[in-house]
């Protein structure tokens, strides 16, 4: 069974422009939660999609959004860009999104904002 | 807000010696999960603990979920070279499915001299 996969991996942009992120689930698995990493904040909760509903969302300004498909793929998109949303981020799927699920990252997007 | 104090930031140890870990909190946590992540890839989870003082293993490495649900600590024993990367624990807060709940230590980064 394929992990998580996300695409691309690596991505450079400028001040102002916007990105958008893409994240395939584990098949089956219907719950995607999406992660900022950064060295001096740590792994920070963006937001996660359950059936294509948003069901919980961090701390984050609404630049970030973030959007499920029927099929569980999902999307992040980050507008007007500041340097400070270079980052890792990392998408992680459920099967169902119960706590006591285990919850299964991706390898990342590695952005950097010049 | 919840947040998780993980310690050391950074250990560098000789191949086949003992690693401790941990993560403490003002704050009760309900489960308790250990992480650790590969220099280019996403967090993989080693360690569940759903229980007051639990005590869980996985090959070399254990866990205890603190009795007073405010700490947890991990364990490696033996270290080998594959054991570089860098350990995160998170804590799950609040029950309800959302991965909203979950807060992530900031990491302790393992480095192992063969």
């Known amino acids: 069974k394929a992990g998580v996969t996300q695409t691309p991996r690596y991505l450079i942009k400028t001040r102002g422009q916007q990105v958008t992120l893409s994240c395939s689930p584990i098949s089956g698995h219907r719950s995607v939660s999406w992660y900022q990493q950064t060295p001096g904040q740590g792994l920070q909760f963006l937001f996660e999609y359950f059936s294509e509903t948003q069901r919980n969302k961090g701390n984050f300004p609404g630049r970030f959004s973030g959007r499920q498909f029927s099929n569980s793929r999902s999307e992040m998109n980050v507008s007007t860009l500041e340097l400070g949303d270079s980052a890792l981020y990392l998408c992680a799927s459920k099967l169902q999104g119960r706590d006591q699920e285990t919850q299964y990252f991706g390898p990342g997007t590695r952005l950097l904002v010049l | 807000g919840q947040q998780l104090n993980q310690s050391p930031q950074s250990m560098f140890i000789q191949e086949g010696e003992d690693v401790s870990m941990n993560c403490t909190s003002s704050?009760?946590?309900?489960?308790w999960l250990w992480y650790k992540q590969d220099p280019g890839e996403g967090p993989v989870l080693l360690i569940a603990?759903?229980?007051?003082?639990e005590l869980t293993s996985n090959g070399r490495l254990t866990a205890q979920f603190g009795i007073t649900r405010k700490d947890s600590f991990l364990n490696i024993s033996a270290s080998i070279p594959s054991d570089v990367g860098i350990y995160f624990c998170a804590g799950l807060w609040n029950y309800g499915g959302s991965q909203g709940n979950l807060i992530f230590g900031k990491g302790t980064k393992l480095s192992v001299k063969p």
């Open positions: 603990l759903y229980k007051a003082g």
């Open positions: 704050s009760i946590f309900n489960t």
